[in-house]
């Protein structure tokens, strides 16, 4: 047997093919490979997904027991459709009547169109040979109901076989159904519709198709998915039987996305590649929302986070708020919907607070997971004032701030009463023993929040971004609640961001390092680590010109400026890994957060250099697109950044980085729903940047357009003009 110098454990990571094509409508997305054939046993995260179950675990087609070559596909994820094509190996037969060799040409096409509660498909089986064909074709498919967290890989407390039930009320349909622990019935329906006979059963169809030369047959095959309580309700929601209208389908989905798109201004820079990469983020974050009762409401991420997340909303939020103020409005009205009334230590649950992040599937639904309506951050409630703050910054829109008062009021009185540590009267969180989250801040991971030494921070924690994110919302509702009428609330809230601006200062601040240390531990010891959560800091108005200097200038030194973006911690630290989920590798929109900073500090040649690493990164990741996080690794030449292997694509606060990077670059800014502009940047490699329709709200109403050009002298020159309405 063989030795091991040293003993270890393997663990194992989910890591997806980046040829694997991800689509997602409303609560439905799905993973496949290029040949559009799923097999969960051969790999085990493809499947359909919905309502944070797999519904559709074997979905694969075969021609004469073989299955065909994918030769090229295309679609678009905007619209929820991909077009497959794909080709038989070359075969020779001899045949009775012919014993000269026979070359077989078989082609298929499929086109695949998600909708939220299912899907369709059209497939087109055409003979390209010569001469007649006898050929059998073969449509599998599967249903085993496993649970999203199950399919990641986490062990369930009851591993025993679930029974998944089959049936067929007609010779055209398979019904796969489940009987969830949490007492949900699950079902998935196939209709399918066949030019031909052929045999059936709960593995799927078989025919044996007789084709001339050239000759094709269609079928088609309608998917549905649903959820109910009642055992005694009808045994099956038929589909219809006429084939499903693909091109009305898709047509109805690009129809929404222009509707989507109509909403946002137009990039046009001197490099047209940015100008891409803005389109792409407005089209990825389409994908990314789902309806609610308010409105479109951004889902984190995919494919493990296609659910919603307080905290990346509320980030997605700022990052869009500039271009697309009805976003940040949905997510301020949902997440004000589903804001704590109750203490409930297994969710992590007290009055005021709001969510982290909302699950659905068999292992939320009995407990399994805490994560049903989960309530474990310390930064969702700050960061909600936050966005609220800045959303009557864009809009101007009072009689709005004044609807959500109440939740607003239940926020600042959750940081009071619950969020505060007595000592110190800082915003802190403690473990959660409940199965749930250990660190909860942002960089959540249980190893994420350590002293210089490696030791692990001892609860309560005080994150030093969360004291900023608190501190700008305690400066701007003294103002706002003043504005509004609410005298003794703007008091309290100009005394409570005095004194955590003093309390902070003097608690976080490392001269010595010349940066804000990561936390503060339960032994009221700071964590004496170089990282970027300091330059989240810099969104508040506490830190000195100095301080302000000192961080800007430790960000994009070696320690923690990769060259295409500060890492999370500095190469310094003990537990600096450039292949880490939060020690050592790079986030775009941590990045986005900083540079937002620097801007509010006018910290400009910082602002430079990390805008250019940012932009450059862009060109070196598929489709233009920044994944959720990147390798730290330092950049070389002839070497782009590398993608994290779990990283999820798209995930909304990365993708809208590139959105409030561009307002940064625009120094574009907002008082009381008037637009102005600040300095503006463009870094060595643009002459341009033309924003074009930025709509603005208030009773004039309009569209501002933004020109930044630079000049023959060097010097970058910006313009704003106004159209009213």
């Known amino acids: 047997m063989e030795q091991r110098p040293y003993p270890y454990e393997v663990h194992p990571l989910l890591v997806l093919d980046a040829s694997d094509a991800i689509f997602k409508t409303g609560d439905h997305f799905a993973v496949w490979p290029p040949s559009g054939d799923i097999e969960s046993d051969r790999v085990p995260y493809h499947g359909f997904f919905w309502h944070g179950m797999r519904y559709l675990s074997r979905w694969s087609v075969r021609l004469l027991d073989i299955k065909p070559v994918p030769l090229w596909a295309q679609g678009r994820k905007d619209s929820c459709f991909e077009q497959i094509h794909r080709i038989m190996p070359i075969l020779t037969f001899r045949t009775p009547d012919n014993p000269h060799s026979q070359v077989l040409r078989l082609s298929l ?8 509660d299912g899907f ?10 010569p001469h007649k064909l006898t050929v059998p074709f073969e449509w599998q498919i599967a249903a085993d109901f496993q649970d999203l967290f199950e399919v990641r890989g986490m062990q369930r407390a009851d591993p025993s076989p679930r029974k998944v039930e089959w049936f067929s009320p007609s010779p055209s349909t398979s019904v796969f159904r489940y009987h969830g622990k949490d007492n949900l019935l699950r079902e998935t329906s196939v209709r399918m519709s066949s030019p031909c006979s052929g045999k059936m059963n709960q593995d799927g169809w078989k025919w044996v198709l007789d084709l001339k030369p050239e000759e094709s047959m269609t079928f088609y095959f309608r998917v549905r998915y649903r959820e109910w309580q009642d055992p005694a309700s009808p045994v099956t929601s038929e589909t219809s039987k006429r084939p499903p209208d693909m091109e009305g389908i898709i047509a ?13 201004p137009e990039v046009r820079s001197s490099d047209p590649f940015l100008d891409r990469c803005f389109r792409q983020a407005i089209e990825d974050l389409r994908v990314l929302c789902t309806p609610v009762r308010e409105g479109l409401i951004p889902y984190a991420g995919l494919p493990w986070f296609s659910t919603v997340f307080g905290r990346d909303a509320l980030i997605t939020g700022l990052s869009t708020l500039w271009a697309a103020p009805a976003l940040s409005k949905t997510i301020l009205l949902f997440l004000g919907r589903l804001q704590s009334r109750v203490l409930d230590p297994k969710r992590a649950a007290e009055p005021g607070k709001i969510l982290h992040e909302m699950r659905t599937g068999e292992m939320a639904g009995t407990g399994e997971v805490p994560f049903g309506r989960y309530y474990g951050s310390v930064d969702s409630t700050p960061l909600y004032l936050m966005l609220a703050a800045r959303y009557v910054e864009r809009t101007g829109d009072y009689p709005f701030l004044e609807k959500i008062w109440p939740v607003i009021e239940r926020a600042f009185s959750w940081v009071e009463r619950y969020g505060t540590d007595d000592r110190t009267g800082f915003l802190v969180y403690r473990g959660d023993t409940n199965g749930g989250l250990i660190q909860q ?13 490696g030791r692990l921070a001892a609860h309560p924690i005080a994150l030093c971004e969360v004291q900023a994110y608190l501190h700008y919302a305690c400066s701007a509702f003294s103002v706002l609640a003043e504005r509004m009428g609410h005298a003794r609330f703007s008091e309290k809230t100009r005394q409570m961001a005095s004194r955590l601006k003093q309390a902070f200062l003097s608690a976080f601040w490392l001269p010595d390092m010349k940066t804000f240390a990561l936390a503060l531990d339960g032994n009221l010891a700071p964590c004496k680590v170089q990282s970027s959560n300091a330059g989240h800091v810099l969104l508040s108005d506490m830190p000195s010109e100095s301080m302000v200097r000192g961080v800007a200038k430790n960000l994009l030194s070696d320690n923690l400026f990769s060259g295409w973006g500060v890492r999370t911690i500095g190469k310094s630290e003990l537990r600096y890994d450039p292949v880490s989920y939060h020690n050592g590798s790079v986030w775009p929109h941590d990045n986005a957060l900083i540079l937002a900073g620097l801007s509010r500090h006018r910290i400009f040649s910082e602002m430079e250099n990390l805008c250019e690493g940012f932009l450059d990164g862009l060109r070196f990741f598929r489709d233009q697109r920044p994944p959720e996080l990147y390798c730290g690794f330092d950049r070389k030449n002839g070497e782009g950044p590398f993608s994290y292997p779990t990283s999820c694509s798209p995930q909304a606060w990365s993708v809208t980085s590139l959105m409030m990077v561009l307002q940064t670059m625009g120094g574009i800014a907002f008082q009381s729903g008037h637009p102005r502009m600040g300095r503006a940047i463009l870094g060595p490699s643009l002459s341009s940047l033309h924003i074009h329709g930025i709509r603005l709200t208030g009773p004039t109403g309009g569209r501002a357009n933004v020109y930044i050009d630079r000049g023959e002298d060097g010097i970058v020159k910006p313009v704003m003009e106004i159209h009213k309405v």
Do not use: Y
């Not at 096409?109 to 939220?116: M, N």
């Not at 369709?120 to 040979?129: D, F, G, H, Q, T």
């Not at 801040?441 to 030494?453: E, T």
């Open 109 to 116: 096409s499929q086109t695949r169109v998600l909708e939220e």
């Open 120 to 129: 369709s498909e059209r497939c087109i089986v055409e003979n390209r040979s």
């Open 252 to 264: 109805r989905r690009q129809h929404e996305l222009e509707d989507f798109g109509k909403e946002w």
């Open 441 to 453: 801040g942002w960089k959540d991971s249980g190893d994420s929040v350590f002293h210089a030494d």
